[in-house]
């Protein structure tokens, strides 16, 4: 399963069907437990559904932290102040 695909199943069951982050953030973690699913990456999309979750972030900017916690990366740019929240990375505002 791409990673752009469970972005934008996110995106629509938050913003079309209302579904609550904690339900949604509990259904993809099963869709992406089925063994028939395939991910590049699971690791990475099991923990940028966990930002999303416990920061209360969009999924972007959660997809974005655990990219850089995954590679060592300690500073990530983005006009997005809500990833301020976030302990392991330091946001720094584009110019």
Request: with cysteine; glycine share 2%.
């Amino acid at each position: 399963m791409a990673d752009l695909i469970v972005a934008e199943t996110i995106y629509v069951l938050e913003s079309y069907y209302e579904v609550p982050r904690r339900m949604i953030a509990i259904s993809m973690r099963s869709l992406l437990a089925v063994e028939s699913i395939i991910c590049v990456d699971a690791s990475l999309l099991l923990r940028s559904i966990e930002v999303y979750e416990t920061e209360r972030i969009d999924f972007a900017e959660a997809y974005l932290v655990a990219c850089a916690e995954s590679t060592g990366v300690v500073s990530v740019s983005s006009f997005d102040k809500s990833i301020d929240r976030v302990e392991t990375v330091s946001r720094i505002e584009p110019y």
